[in-house]
């Protein structure tokens, strides 16, 4: 029996599977904008593996108009709050977000580790990414500065379980 004997007789197509397994369901996260993960239009909530800072989604601070470094799984386990249009722009604790995003599971993960791939990428075009948003460039910690970008391969892998 071959590959293409077994796929011929699938009732469905596995490059369309893929498809929507890479694409997902098409909403964001309303912080980061990450994709959300699940596949098709059957799921009641929304996630992603990885969420990345919040500048990302062109969050920008009020007060002086910075991109936000801050990434929205640590920020749910935090003491911050976020304000949008969504909140009338009122502060509001990140740890009750679902008031306003109820559909939106995100992972808590205090230790920051399985983003240190996005925290490259922000760090190397933060610049490009403020210009992009028409903000100012985020006040970054140091240590993202000095991420390689092997650690954030490797992290990437380690958070896919990738050998």
Same mark, same amino acid.
């Given at each position: @029996?071959?590959?293409?004997? /077994? ?14 397994? /890479? #694409? ?11 994709? *959300? ?23 920008? *601070? ?8 801050? #990434?929205?799984?640590?920020? /749910? ?28 599971? #995100?992972?808590?993960?205090?230790? @920051? ?33 000095? #991420? ?16």
């Amino acid at each position: @029996m071959t590959i293409g004997s /077994v796929l011929s007789k699938l009732t469905l197509n596995p490059q369309d599977e893929l498809f929507r397994k /890479v #694409i997902g369901c098409g909403h964001q996260c309303p912080f980061c904008k990450v994709p *959300c993960e699940a596949g098709g239009a059957d799921h009641k909530e929304h996630f992603a593996s990885i969420h990345r800072p919040r500048g990302f989604g062109s969050f920008r *601070c009020v007060e002086n108009y910075t991109l936000v470094a801050e #990434i929205c799984s640590t920020a /749910v386990v935090s003491t911050t709050c976020f304000q949008n249009s969504d909140t009338d722009w009122k502060p509001h604790p990140y740890k009750d977000y679902r008031t306003y995003y109820p559909n939106w599971a #995100i992972q808590p993960d205090p230790s @920051m580790e399985s983003s240190e791939y996005w925290k490259y990428i922000f760090a190397q075009f933060n610049e490009e990414f403020a210009e992009e948003y028409e903000a100012k460039p985020a006040d970054l910690p140091d240590d993202w500065r000095h #991420i390689t970008r092997e650690q954030a391969l490797s992290s990437l892998k380690k958070t896919f379980n990738i050998n």
